[in-house]
């Protein structure tokens, strides 16, 4: 079963600038739509970007403009490129292929922490 590395979490000051990676232990993206999650504090996971195995990308509103995903499908690594950070974009930042994560057993990362406070 596939599995996601994800690290670039830290803290920042709003305004600031942070980029997220994610590592698979399989060569699944040239497969997948890759998706970059997010997940406040006891509530559940949302999608906040895609990127399609053609390169087109996809965001949520509340990020649009600000967060860039991409992908090297070379290093089996997607990135999220995260600038004019707000508090409201403090969570916990998750990985996966949108198709895997609909299943009950969907197998996830351990997350990286991402906090914007000044």
């Known amino acids: 079963q596939v599995q996601f590395v994800e690290s670039g979490g830290g803290s920042v000051q709003p305004g600031g600038s942070l980029r997220l990676s994610c590592l698979a232990t399989?060569?699944?993206?040239?497969?997948?739509?890759m998706g970059w999650y997010r997940q406040y504090s006891g509530k559940q996971r949302e999608l906040v970007a895609a990127?399609?195995?053609?390169?087109?990308?996809n965001y949520a509103n509340s990020v649009k403009g600000r967060f860039t995903i991409s992908r090297d499908n070379a290093k089996n690594t997607v990135y999220l490129q995260m600038t004019s950070l707000k508090p409201e974009d403090t969570a916990v930042y998750y990985c996966?292929?949108?198709?895997?994560?609909?299943?009950?057993?969907?197998?996830w990362g351990q997350g990286t922490q991402v906090t914007v406070s000044s």
């Open positions: 399989e060569s699944i993206f040239s497969e997948y739509t």
């Open positions: 996966n292929a949108p198709l895997l994560a609909s299943s009950p057993r969907a197998s």
């Open positions: 990127v399609f195995t053609g390169g087109n990308t």
